[in-house]
C-alpha cells in the first residue's frame, strides 16, 4: 500500500518503512505526527482525493531535526566595479520514518504534523 501526502508545499509518495526528509516540522525526535492531507491512497484498489482523501493518514514517528547540504549564490556584476556577493543557506529539515497508512478512519489521538510556521502562528493567536 502507498499514499502520496503534501506537506510543505512539496508531495511525497510514501510506503512504510519510509524514511523521509520534509521541511521543519514542530516535533521533537521520538514523536508521532500524522499528515492528514493525503491526496492519493493506493494499493488494492486505488483512490484519489477531491483534493483530499477524506479518512486518510499516514502516521509517522520524527528521527531528527537535520539541516541540508549548504547552497552557495553568487552573484557578480561585469560591469561594476568590486560588486559581487556570495550568500549561503542551510535549510531546516525533519527526518521521518513513515510507519503506517490509514485508508480510513484515521486516529485523532496522534499529533497532525503542521510546519513552524503554522504552529507559530497557531500558538500566536491563542495568547
Do not use: C, W
Amino acid at each position: 500500500m502507498f499514499a502520496v501526502l503534501k506537506t510543505g508545499g512539496k508531495q511525497y509518495k510514501v510506503q512504510a518503512g519510509d524514511v523521509l526528509r520534509v521541511e521543519l516540522i514542530a516535533a521533537e525526535a521520538g514523536d508521532k505526527v500524522q499528515f492528514n492531507e493525503i491526496l492519493m491512497v493506493g494499493g488494492d484498489n486505488l483512490v484519489v482525493g477531491a483534493p483530499f482523501v477524506e479518512g486518510a493518514a499516514v502516521q509517522a514517528e520524527v528521527i531528527d531535526s537535520i539541516k541540508a547540504d549548504k547552497v552557495i549564490t553568487y552573484h557578480k556584476r561585469r560591469r561594476k566595479h568590486s560588486s559581487q556577493r556570495t550568500r549561503g543557506h542551510r535549510q531546516k529539515l525533519t527526518l521521518l520514518r513513515v510507519t503506517d497508512i490509514v485508508a480510513s478512519g484515521a486516529d485523532a489521538s496522534v499529533k497532525e504534523a503542521v510546519g513552524t510556521a503554522v504552529a507559530r502562528r497557531a500558538a500566536h493567536e491563542t495568547k
